[in-house]
């Protein structure tokens, strides 16, 4: 079946829509969970970002590091 120009340029406009609205929910998410503003983590996350675990904890992505794979971290032992 084909879909006429007019049919799917409304598919991509929704879809752009969609991916505009799951961006921003996910910018917000995020903002809250580091203490960022949203635009400064738009701005920041423009393509890719690669962090080593410690910069993770430093922005404020992760908690803590489980284990390395270069025997770095030492891991608390707790009992």
Not at 15 to 21: C, G
Not at 33 to 38: I, M, N, T
Not at 44 to 71: C, M, V
């Amino acid at each position: 079946m084909l879909l006429c120009t007019s049919a799917l340029n409304m598919l991509f406009f929704t879809q752009a829509k969609e991916l505009d609205t799951n961006t921003d929910y996910y910018l917000e998410l995020l903002s809250k969970g580091v203490s960022k503003p949203k635009e400064e983590l738009a701005e920041f996350l423009k393509g890719p970002r690669y962090f080593r675990a410690q910069e993770a904890i430093d922005y404020g992505l992760a908690d803590t590091i489980l284990h390395s794979l270069d025997g770095s971290f030492k891991p608390k032992v707790s009992c």
